[in-house]
């Protein structure tokens, strides 16, 4: 593979039209419209077929009119069709998208017998072509669609930042919005407008299917990293971009790898941005599954070395001075687990809590202390459930052993105030300072 | 007590054209079924007004079309003797908490924030002075604590919580709160009647859509029996009565007999004396 100025170019136009899609997306997501994008970028098919008869030439101005027009009629019917019927949004959506898409198609065959117009085209685009069509700017030759691309990217990012406030209100709670004088079907409109407008501007090269993939997948993904609205839209970017540029290596390498030919850029893009959705989705910090699991496991183990402090704390209470230590096969057997107990015994000691003794393991002064804090949190508990709850039954010991984990000195204080600071728990067992 | 001045001051000394909300002949429908029929309604400023009826009644309709945002059918609403277009600046609402996304990528402050948003106006962006304060109303609410948390990871009574705060940040002097008391524990609820309370005191008017009848008279001075007309509205000491009750209930509300007995046995309102 040799990477050259043209493989820069296709990479540069995808992820300028990739940005300028995700940036609009975020806010199909967070009013939960994505089927939104679909519906206009399906439905701005018969504005593009109307534009070119009418004109008979692939102008990318008439298009872009025709196709807002017909974007705004979309935005207005649906919102009609939604209010009027009673259906539900999607079904509406449904509805006029594909009947304005079929409109499309057959109006595009139509003028396709006069001029060189390809359906298939406007589904996967021509980004591997957007380089040879170039015009001269400062001297420099730059491919037209980078120009389009470019420019929509800046209104929409003039967008999102001038009116950061009005979108975040009235995608928040429409209703507040309106009452303030921000209006609400207002700013519906113009996003739906430039949602109409970018897909016009990135359909040509990068194809209706990436822009699809776009609208949605970035701004779902960057809801799934952040919980601010501004991180949300620069992840969103970036996730765009690096899609892009995925997206063309792979389309460039990986075919050959197994010997075919290069494969469809602006598809190979919208694959990796699925693909990277899902890394998101199962590695994101805060609600990846992966992560969670993660997360889950690591608590489990601190809990089991929790236990084994504990326990050796109690051993230590109830044996002679000079008890020998405890061989890790008794551990394991008072706490009924196996690796777990081995993976925190050298955790413990690595962290210098325990000590290895003739093969068994005492504890250390700190870990002395830290086993004497969850003794004294579970006696506590023991004797906060008992004595002020009125709860006294079997199931004391459990609760109290699932709370210890999650107790700190703070709490503690707390728990043996209310309680009385009391020297013996309920079992008459002492609960160390 | 600040109730009884209030009431006594303003109980026949406001015109109609002064007071915070006038409604004649209000009718809404949607899609032609009307919902609210001819409602004729004058609010008393600097009190605590409760909105009562069942489910379904048109109470949520009643501040929606108030607000402009359902279309009246026919009508004329005016605020402070104006329309509510050139009265918005004295407006505040709390909208049913289930009506917003609370995954929405916003933390409490910057829910609160958006109360001063009209304040701010249009493209100019939220300031530190502006965190300030929202902070502020935060703080009020006794909730400054979790200003920088994602809204969903609050409980339902700390979301209501913030969505008074943003209320007081819109520092309107009438407010529109519906069912602010759903759903939040005894608390809570004590938390919101004492800032009722105390917006009340500083003489700011608030119309509150109540569901919890046993309540309504301790809670409030004036209440709005509602149920697709008006029954009646009034001071609660006269209005709010078994027959109206059950003229806006149809009769089926067995707790509704408990209620006003308990409130029978109330000893209060001093306010009627004068
Ligand atoms: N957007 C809408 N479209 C059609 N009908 C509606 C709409 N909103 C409300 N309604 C109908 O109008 C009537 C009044 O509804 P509204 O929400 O005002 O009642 P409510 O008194 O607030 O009830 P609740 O106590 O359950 O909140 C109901 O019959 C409801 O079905
Ligand atoms: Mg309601």
Redesign the pocket.
Known sequence: MEWTFIDTWIVLVGALSAAACALLGNYLVLRRMSMMGDAISHAVLPGLAIAFLITGSRDSLPMLVGAIIVGVVTTFMIQGIDRLS?LDRGASMGVVFTTLFAIGLILIRQAADHVDLDPSCVLYGAIELTPLDTVELFGQEIPQAAITSGLMLMVNLAFVIVFFKELKITSFDPALATTMGFNANVLHYILMTLVAATTIAAFESVGSILVIAMLIVPGAAAHLMTDRLGWMLIISVVFSVLSAFLGHLSAITIPTWFGFQDTSTAGMMALIAGLLFVVVFLFSPRYGVFSRMVNQFLLGLRIVGDDILGFLYRYHELAPANAAPVPVPEIQNALQTDIPVKVMIWNLRRTGLILRQNGGYTLTPSGKKAGKGLIRSHRLWESYLCNVMGYCNTDVHRHAHQFEHFTDTKLQEELSQVTGNPDYDPHNRKIPM | MAHTRKTAGSKKNYTQAQAPLCVKDLTVA??R?P??WDIDLTLPEGQLIAVV????????????SVLGL?PRASGAISIYGKSYESQRHLVGYVP?RESVDWDFPVNALDVVAMGLYRQIGWFRPVNKNHRKKALDSLEKVGMANYAYRQISQLSGGQQQRVFLARALAQDARLYFM??PFAGVDAATERAIISLLKELKSVGKTCVV?H?DLQTVPTYFDHVVL?N?RLVDAGPVETVFNEENLKKTYGGRLTLLTHALNEYAKTPQFPSNTD
């Open positions: 009673g | 949607y899609h079924k919902v609210l009826g069942p489910n379904g009644a048109g109470k949520s309709t009643f501040i929606k359902v049913q519906d069912e859509v569901h509602l697709m």
